[in-house]
């Protein structure tokens, strides 16, 4: 598959990415460490405003985080262990097997994958990690059940635009040269008004909706607020249930050879 059209590479959608995503990175970033053969050296790809390269430094000793953003990487998270660079998933600026562990968070079904597991291959050590994340809005507050009324109301408005699957099987991973293991999991993220309605403005199709200019941020921001203040009156706090996707990929040593790294973009 070819890279789908990404939302995030505009200037309004960096800051907002910027103001309003959660920090559930840290969750997935545990569940990886043990995982793990070596620890010196780590590639965060696809890393936005570094949210997720932060995390990935309190696993191993250094980062080097990539995104095809410019505005993503003017907001991103200083870090003493975390260098940033602009490069696209499919042509990564490292020499061959130099990774202990390469990461992607929420960012996967935005790329060209067959050319970037060509350079995930290329880039990985032997018994090196490809571990791809997502965090999913579910759309489900424990207690409100009507809830699912104003996510439903929600989709209608800002239909999510296309992508690829977030999903990634077992014969397409071995095709690539990679074995395969994959979890599912839930968890709760808290949330008063102002910072669901900040997290929602960084959704895909939020963004599309503002980018295209059928409605500014105010609007969806003014719409969002009214629409969540029966279920988060001021000062008011709940959590809301999100799934979790974990892969974790391994080069497999009987393709080490066959793949040629990918150069698409």
């Known amino acids: 598959m070819t890279s789908p059209a990404n939302p995030f590479l ?33 590639a965060d790809v696809a890393c936005g405003t570094g949210l997720s390269s932060v995390a990935l430094a309190e696993v191993v000793e ?8 410019e505005v993503m990487l003017a907001h991103a998270a200083p870090h003493p262990r975390v260098s940033y660079a602009r490069a696209s998933a499919e042509r990564l600026p490292l020499p061959d097997h130099a990774l202990d562990v390469l990461t992607v968070a929420q960012a996967f079904h935005w790329f060209d994958q067959a050319a970037f597991l060509a350079e995930a291959r290329r880039t990985l050590r032997p ?50 040269g990679f074995s395969f293991a994959e979890e599912r999991f839930t968890h709760p993220l808290p ?15 939020t963004i599309a909706a503002t980018d295209s200019g059928r409605e500014t941020a105010a609007e969806v921001a003014a719409w969002l607020d009214e629409e969540l203040r029966a279920f988060l009156p001021d000062g008011k706090t709940r959590e809301l249930t999100f799934g979790g996707l974990q892969t974790v990929l391994r080069p497999l040593a009987e393709a080490a050879g066959g793949v040629r790294p990918g150069r698409g973009c």
Do not use: C, I, K
């Open 10 to 42: 505009g200037q309004g959608g960096a800051a907002r990415y910027a103001a309003g995503r959660p920090f559930f990175h840290p969750l997935f970033l545990a569940r990886l460490a043990p995982m793990l053969e070596g620890r010196a050296l780590g």
């Open 62 to 69: 250094r980062v080097l985080a990539f995104d095809v953003s």
């Open 127 to 176: 018994g090196g990690v490809l571990f791809l994340y997502d965090d999913f809005f579910l759309g489900r507050m424990p207690g409100r059940e009507d809830f699912a009324d104003f996510v439903d109301a929600y989709w209608e408005r800002y239909p999510a635009p296309p992508r690829n699957p977030y999903t990634f099987g077992e014969t397409p991973a071995r095709e690539a």
């Open 191 to 205: 949330f008063d008004r102002p910072a669901l309605v900040a997290y929602l403005l960084t959704h895909s199709n």
